[in-house]
């Protein structure tokens, strides 16, 4: 950042105090029970954004109490809003003298709102010469923007110039109150033209520059919107007043001295001391004890020096959360409940209880065949029970009978009013489902808020606990062993076995929110309204399962079997001599020693020898035939031995059908994986990898579909790039390896062959996961010169997505990380890598990482998307009356939603799904999201 120009940094804190309050909830308290979770984010926003944004002038700007100017325009401004929570109106009043302890000038201005207060700064600091930038999260005032004022969301990492805000909203700045005032806001109940979104408030703008001149060409817009706006006229002027930031107050009584007035202050240590003791912020205590003996003795450097370390770290090292770790309860009350009086006094604090933290022990890993040997249930920090329901005679002399125990905790169970937070509840869910409890109330899960905040790390339990506790934890080896002499958990003695099940029921609660305090606007979005959702998706489809024709994969595998030892005859020939194929030492032998073929450049094992593995017997394979025979044959035995022999061992003899797991928080991108069995690697590049799909099947009276989006990394590229050309030829809705093929080629689409398609189809992927010349020159089969050229050629025919490359790179070299269109983070460790390969590396995974992020992302919301239509529709074409559909989702792969469709819902489903799967963008994309829809009796039919 440029600092020789002075800088006013101006902070909305009324907007701060808000998302900090919904970001923490209700999981952070000081020592006396008093709620500091929205006062804790304020402050660490703050300490954060004055590291990260040096100044010389700052302020932090809260709304004043009461009605303002505004609602004497229109009474029932704001009047849609609800009254502030109960447990953030302290923290609201506390949190100006705080603010202002730690050196920010505090101002809170009658009459008007914190916007037009930052509105008139922002244009006074502009017009005194200063660089200005303002903090918010408020869409509102990117209509402040211009040369001089620039927005910042921290919770995002988004900055907003001129330029970002064209980008972000799709129009200038100079048009942000008529964008405002045609959509309206629910929020503050501004009245707007009704069906006017941001598509159409840009298109309007877009044709007439100025809602003056929509307003005065009305007439001419047709359609159901047209008669909207024509009936929104005379509302519109107040809806633009009441969208319109003030920039003229006058501030003279709050700023004797003008600007100076705003200049940064010393934070008050001694009373900062006691009030972080007040409030058990113990970290921040530590600090501030120490600058107050600093300050004492004389210490020149003080909180500046800690700003200025702070603002040249984040130069180089990834943004990744603070950890500031809350404060421990004295002591555990952990208890095992074995009797009736305890179990009856548990049931009563269940009935009075908001929300639990909720866990299970059980006698396997595989969820649909575990059965339970006890339930915990937390209810705060330090205060949890675990009930032992299948425990061993010896281990539990006393126990509860476990079908009564969960008859009388089914109403709690199943309610969704009574809040449930775990660690991976979409196992505990599956566990109650074996006993016919559907478990409602799912409001957080630690493994997933850590997989939103920091998707490189781990998210087991133990290791979170140690990462955001500071905390040790009981492990399961610790209790029962490992390898040959491991015992159950049911052997475990019910002193250590409740200790351990309490202890994962009380941190997942206490993770889960305070995972879910470090995420920003857009991560707390994905987490409550993607990933949770998601989650209920998946373990429908996990009990969904899919039905196997056994059968069919008899047939494979026996035509394999027959191939595989043909194979073996064919490389027995080509070799001279019968040898073992799966001997990398004999293999190396023959190709090396006997066969002699060239070594150079070939990679070498770990004792010296030339590698076999499967890269080494590609490179070779269009020379010599003993590689390639070796690499089929490797290929049909790994199909044979993963899917054709295995998939009917995996049916599940009590539901006829085989159920995969999905692991939703293992790719950092987003991605899903499945295992037992992994459906995401069926092969389908050939045909006895797509045969497989054939005994995916469906039951008599119903059918596979298949929807799968079409091209949607290339759309996303588009958009990310902004690229025009990729943009039109999307819209236009054109085959755009041809529209490649043609531009790079300098020939009309028409003209275009067949190879010169493949070329450019090649072009298109390859770029987009950091393919250069190199590599495009060995997946075309030609020299690095012509390679070169294709790729210059493209770049020239498409500079957006260059400028995009260019841009991601740098933005990941700054920040550490990269974001996807909906905020997923992405970081990237290896990008200040001292080794060039790995940052080399680093670098095209950052390219890559938002294209292949957001299309997990969509294809995330297709499929809550799709759950929620399947469940409600009600127009019932089977004709059987109620609320929605039997057909139902059964397996995600890749891009690809599969669904079981009942044969009289077959041709809604097919119209339906393209339309629900086209919209999952929220109209965020530039292109158009296309879902190409196919059905047959089989999976590789529907394909």
């Known amino acids: 950042m440029n600092t020789s120009i002075p800088t006013l940094l101006l902070v909305d804190g009324s907007s701060y105090l808000y998302r900090a309050y919904h970001a923490m909830g209700q999981n952070l308290s000081a020592p006396d029970g008093t709620p500091t979770g929205a006062l804790y984010g304020v402050l660490n926003m703050l300490r954060r954004l004055h590291a990260d944004y040096p100044h010389d002038y700052c302020a932090c700007v809260f709304d004043a109490k009461g009605k303002n100017f505004r609602h004497e325009m229109f009474p029932d401004y704001k009047a849609t809003r609800p009254p502030m929570p109960d447990d953030l109106r302290p923290q609201a009043e506390a949190l100006p003298e705080l603010v202002r302890l730690m050196g920010w000038p505090v101002l809170v201005v009658p009459d008007v709102e914190a916007d037009d207060v930052i509105g008139t700064l922002a244009r006074q600091g502009a017009e005194g010469g200063l660089k200005v930038w303002v903090s918010t999260g408020d869409k509102d005032m990117a209509q402040l923007v211009n040369d001089k004022v620039t927005l910042v969301n921290t919770m995002s990492g988004e900055i907003l110039d001129i330029d970002g805000v064209q980008n972000k909203f799709g129009v200038r700045p100079d048009q942000i109150r008529d964008y405002l005032a045609l959509m309206g806001d629910k929020v503050d109940n501004v009245p707007g033209v009704e069906k006017c979104g941001p598509k159409t408030a840009v298109k309007w703008l877009e044709q007439y520059g100025s809602l003056e001149n929509v307003m005065a060409h009305a007439a001419e817009i047709k359609g159901k919107v047209g008669e909207n706006l024509q009936t929104a006229l005379p509302q519109l002027p107040l809806s633009y007043d009441l969208v319109t930031i003030k920039t003229d107050l006058d501030l003279h009584g709050e700023l004797p001295e003008g600007l100076d007035s705003l200049r940064r202050r010393t934070p008050k240590w001694a009373q900062l001391v006691s009030e972080f003791t007040r409030y058990g912020f113990r970290t921040w205590l530590k600090e501030a004890e120490t600058r107050m003996k600093e300050a004492n003795s004389g210490d020149l450097f003080g909180a500046e020096h800690i700003g200025e370390q702070a603002a040249l770290a984040t130069v180089t090292m990834p943004a990744e959360p603070v950890i500031e770790h809350p404060q421990a309860p004295d002591t555990l009350n952990y208890q095992a409940v074995t009797t009736e009086a305890q179990f009856a006094a548990l049931l009563e604090k269940l009935a009075a209880a908001r929300h639990i933290g909720l866990d299970t022990e059980t006698t396997s890993l595989e969820a649909m065949k575990a059965q339970l040997v006890g339930i915990s249930i937390a209810f705060a920090a330090g205060e949890a029970v675990y009930i032992p329901l299948g425990h061993s ?90 390898g040959a002499k491991a015992i159950s958990f049911a052997d475990v003695a019910i002193e250590q076995a409740a200790e351990y099940a309490c202890q994962d029921a009380d941190f997942a609660l206490r993770l889960e929110g305070r995972l879910k305090a470090q995420m920003d606007g857009k991560q707390l979005e994905m987490y409550e309204q993607m990933e949770l959702p998601v989650a209920q998706v998946l373990f429908e489809m996990e009990r969904n399962g899919v039905h196997i024709d056994k059968a069919e994969l008899a047939a494979q595998s026996h035509e394999l079997g027959a191939r595989i030892l043909e194979l073996e005859q064919q490389a027995y020939q080509a070799a001279g001599q019968p040898f073992n194929l799966n001997s990398p030492k004999q293999l190396q032998e023959i190709l090396f020693d006997k066969m002699g073929i060239p070594t150079k450049g070939l ?112 759309r996303i590229m588009a958009h990310l790039s902004g690229d025009k050309t990729l943009i039109d030829a999307f819209n236009h809705g054109e085959d755009i390896h041809r529209r490649t093929a043609a531009e790079v080629f300098g020939i009309a689409p028409e003209q275009v062959t067949s190879d010169q398609r493949r070329y450019a189809k090649t072009i298109n992927f390859g770029l987009i996961y950091g393919m250069g010349q190199y590599g495009l020159a060995k997946s075309l089969g030609i020299d690095n010169v012509s390679a070169k050229n294709f790729i210059d050629r493209y770049f020239a025919r498409y500079p957006g997505v260059a400028e995009y490359m260019q841009r ?126 196919g059905n047959g009796e089989n999976w590789e039919e529907a394909h």
């Open 808 to 933: 991601t790179k740098e933005q990941a070299a700054h920040q550490g990380y990269v974001e996807t269109l909906f905020g997923r983070r992405l970081y990237l460790p290896d990008i200040h890598a001292k080794n060039a390969n790995a940052r080399a590396g680093a670098e095209r995974a950052a390219i890559n990482a938002p294209m292949q992020g957001t299309a997990s992302d969509l294809i995330k919301r297709a499929m809550v998307a799709v759950s929620d239509w399947l469940a409600s529709e009600t127009s019932s074409p089977h004709g059987l009356g109620g609320d929605g559909l039997e057909s139902k989702l059964i397996m995600q792969v890749h891009d690809e939603l599969v669904l079981e469709v009942v044969d009289s819902e077959l041709d809604f489903v097919r119209g339906k799904l393209p339309e629900i799967m086209a919209k999952v963008d929220g109209g965020m994309l530039a292109v158009p999201l296309v879902a190409e829809v």
């Open 603 to 714: 990679k070498k094992t770990a004792s010296g020898g030339i590698s076999t593995n499967e890269a080494v017997l590609e490179s070779l394979a269009p020379d010599y035939p003993l590689p390639k025979i070796i690499l089929e044959n490797r290929s049909l035995a790994k199909l044979k031995s993963t899917y054709t022999d295995k998939l009917p061992e995996m049916i599940n003899p009590a539901t006829g059908r085989v159920h995969t797991n999905y692991a939703q928080a293992v790719a950092i991108t987003g991605r899903l994986a499945s295992n037992n069995p992994n459906l995401q690697n069926i092969p389908i590049r050939t045909a006895e990898g797509r045969r497989v799909r054939r005994a995916f099947t469906a039951p008599a009276g119903k059918t596979i579909v298949s929807a799968d989006y079409s091209q949607i990394e290339l």
């Open 393 to 482: 005679p010896t281990a539990a002399p006393e126990q509860l009978d476990l079908h009564d125990v969960l008859g009388r905790l089914k109403p709690y169970l199943e309610s969704g009013k009574l809040k449930k937070t775990g660690q991976n509840l979409k196992y505990d869910q599956h566990i109650f489902a074996n006993y016919d409890i559907a478990l409602r109330g799912i409001a957080g899960d630690a493994m997933l808020a850590s997989y939103i905040i920091e998707s490189h790390k781990g998210h087991g339990l133990d290791e979170l606990a140690e990462r955001w506790l500071g905390l040790p934890t009981i492990t399961y080896e610790s209790l029962c062993g490992k």
